[in-house]
């Protein structure tokens, strides 16, 4: 049985989430640095915070190396930090284009070449994005061209990855949710948002990390976007 301690770099991990995802890995037994702007000092010994712009290249620098000096190695990355910004297409600032890329492509980018350059040195790894389920089903009342392009670039990246290192021992895979029922909806919308899925109802946070924790433990699965999206990706 093995006696290596386990680690896990979750981003956006301050809220929603990757606040519970945080909760599940430390369930599991591992370590986690945890990354967000706006996260907190952990009262558990075993989560090291890092509060920073996971688009800034130095700050993710900064979140592996606490990973590597303070825990020793890397073993799971979840790229769970995002920005949604819904408007039509033509109404879209030179801003909100910055911020997105900045998060969704950038924060992907950055944290996920430096865990793999760690991750190829120990000869194993899982990394994991959080994409949407609108980048196969666009809906015209919901306008999002941005999470189409940087969510969509991810699902691709992931299969791109996993191919060029499914031999080095590192899987990398994707969970593609619908609306799921985090503090970034207001209660009121929940109505509407249920009747989106074909199933009735929106998501909760303990489908997202119950679909996480699955991949984490499916050993031969790799390159895969699970829909955990109540039928959205399936037809309406």
Do not use: C, W
């Amino acid at each position: 049985m093995s006696t290596v301690q386990k680690v896990a770099v979750i981003t956006g991990a301050s809220r929603g989430i990757g606040a519970a995802l945080v909760n599940a890995f430390r369930n599991r037994g591992y370590h986690v640095v945890a990354m967000a702007r706006s996260i907190q000092p952990s009262t558990d010994d075993a989560v090291i915070t890092v509060r920073g712009d996971v688009g800034d290249r130095k700050m993710a620098e900064r979140a592996i190396a606490e990973a590597v000096s303070r825990l020793g190695r890397i073993d799971t990355l979840i790229n769970n930090a995002g920005i949604f910004i819904a408007k039509p297409f033509t109404q879209y600032t030179n801003a909100d284009y910055a911020a997105v890329l900045g998060v969704n492509l950038g924060g992907f980018f950055h944290m996920t070449q430096l865990a793999i350059a760690e991750m190829e040195q120990q000869g194993s790894g899982h990394i994991v994005q959080i994409t949407t389920s609108l980048v196969d089903h666009p809906n015209s009342a919901f306008p999002s061209l941005l999470a189409s392009l940087t969510k969509g670039g991810l699902d691709a990246a992931t299969r791109s990855l996993a191919i060029e290192y499914a031999k080095r021992g590192i899987r990398v895979n994707a969970v593609s949710p619908g609306i799921i029922k985090t503090p970034m909806h207001a209660t009121a919308a929940f109505a509407q948002f249920d009747a989106l899925h074909p199933v009735g109802h929106m998501g909760e946070i303990s489908d997202i990390v119950e679909a996480i924790l699955y991949l984490e433990s499916a050993e031969f699965v790799t390159g895969k976007i699970l829909h955990v999206d109540g039928g959205q990706s399936a037809g309406h």
